[in-house]
């Protein structure tokens, strides 16, 4: 086949960061072409970003998934997007356990469903990479029962539009479970490391061989 163009759309676990050697997106064109499968992939993520605009939430002075979905993705004519976006949406800042998340619920699977639908008006494939978890201590547990509503979230989409998902939170909840905890996985609680990250690259990997296979 000829070669594939894949956009990796998404916040600071996408993009390029000094406490990691080489991050998912890099290592993916690696793990394709032994697949057989020939792609080049432009890393559109941005760190701090949610899956709105500015306008929804401006905690981060970033431009978000909104403000840039034309520039960064669909002014690169890719044959595949992967939509990573989750772990900023769903954070709590003010130490309420009821407290809200920067983007509502809502508001998350309609900026996804409006990508997805985008997306596939054009021709584009589609895969959603679910976010890994937040391995915060016992008091903050409350964050990560937040973002569990919405990696579900993410699920129920790629059901609904019949896309690609890449369950990252499932394989690390499995990683855990396995090992009896996430060892050194998340230095921060948030952003994984390169054995992480290579978790992420190989589970995206084996579904868009999958997808492509179909």
Known sequence: MDSLKIVAFGNSITARRATVDTVWADRLPYLLADAGITATLINSGVGSSHSGRLVDNDFAKVRHALDRFETDVLDHHPDLVIISFGSNDAYIDDGNPAGAS?????????????????????????????????????????????????????????????????????????????????????????????????????????????????
């Open 102 to 214: 920067r983007i509502s619920l809502e508001k998350f699977k309609a900026n996804l469903s409006f990508m997805i639908k985008e997306l596939k008006r054009r021709n584009v494939r589609v895969l959603l990479a679910a976010p890994p978890p937040f391995v915060f201590g016992k008091v903050r547990q409350y964050q990560n029962k937040r973002l569990q509503q919405y990696v579900e979230a993410v699920r129920k989409l790629s059901k609904m539009y019949q896309v690609g998902l890449a369950d990252n939170y499932r394989i690390f909840s499995k990683y855990a479970k396995e090992k009896g905890g996430y060892g050194d996985l998340f230095p921060d609680g948030v952003h994984p490391n390169d054995e992480g990250h290579a978790m992420i690259a190989e589970n995206i990997a084996i579904t868009i061989d999958e997808m492509i296979d179909q």
